[in-house]
């Protein structure tokens, strides 16, 4: 069959759509390019064959209509003639062309609608041609930016991911920070402990100032003395 098998597939496809699926339309541009300039090279060297046998077809089909409007013709002279066994001849021999006919019209049919199938494909597949070649440039540039943006993109997350693990960090030393206090603090009050019991001891041990009793007595012992010496 040929490139004519590929008639739905040239004329369903559609240039946007299969760039949008690509995961890389710059690469995949060229390749796109090459394949439509392939199809159309086998279009034009198919299209001389199918545009032969269309007009082959027409040509037979002409003839055998020719033919056939000829015996009528003289089939209706024979008549006219009073010859009713030579109209019968004419008359048989037009219902074989008949048969003929028929298998004439649909093989022309076949040839005309595959003829014209090639000259939708190839207009086509001109199109697409013109179209994808008058916006290449255009989205390998839009591609060489996104490119760029992307790597920008990789770098701003990597220095997310950098600041992420210092805050991580942070938040380590101060928990250590806060680890390191509670210790301190927990020293001072033990220490602190140790001093009261100390103390208490010493406390125990201490003697006692003396009460106001023991000095009042104290003072009337003195002044007795004193007395004493004086008489």
Do not use: W
Not at 63 to 71: D, G, H, M, R, V
Not at 180 to 203: F, P, R
């Amino acid at each position: 069959m040929g490139i004519i098998s590929r008639f739905k597939d040239i004329m369903s496809a559609n240039i946007n759509a299969l760039l949008d699926k690509c995961e890389d339309p710059e690469k995949m541009i060229d390749q796109y390019m090459r394949n439509l300039q392939s199809d159309l090279g086998k279009v034009k060297a198919e299209t001389a064959s199918v545009m032969a046998d269309e007009q082959r077809a027409k040509r037979e089909l002409d003839e055998c209509t020719a033919e056939i409007n000829k015996l009528q013709a003289y089939a209706e002279k024979a008549v006219a003639a009073g010859n009713d066994d030579d109209a019968r001849q004419f008359l048989a021999k037009k219902q074989t062309l008949v048969t003929k006919q028929q298998a004439f019209q649909q093989t022309y049919t076949l040839a005309a609608d595959n003829a014209a199938k090639m000259r939708q494909m190839h207009d086509k597949l001109v199109n697409d041609i013109n179209e994808l070649d008058s916006r290449r440039d255009t989205i390998k540039a839009k591609m060489k930016v996104a490119k760029a943006q992307q790597t920008d993109n990789k770098m701003t997350s990597g220095m997310g991911k950098a600041e992420s693990s210092l805050s991580a960090f942070d938040r380590m030393e101060a928990k250590a920070d806060r680890m390191l206090d509670e210790a301190n603090a927990m020293a001072e009050l033990n220490t602190a402990g140790a001093d009261n019991s100390i103390k208490d001891l010493e406390d125990k041990y201490k003697v006692s100032a003396p009460a106001v009793d023991d000095e009042l007595a104290a003072i009337k012992a003195k002044m007795e003395f004193i007395d004493l010496n004086m008489i």
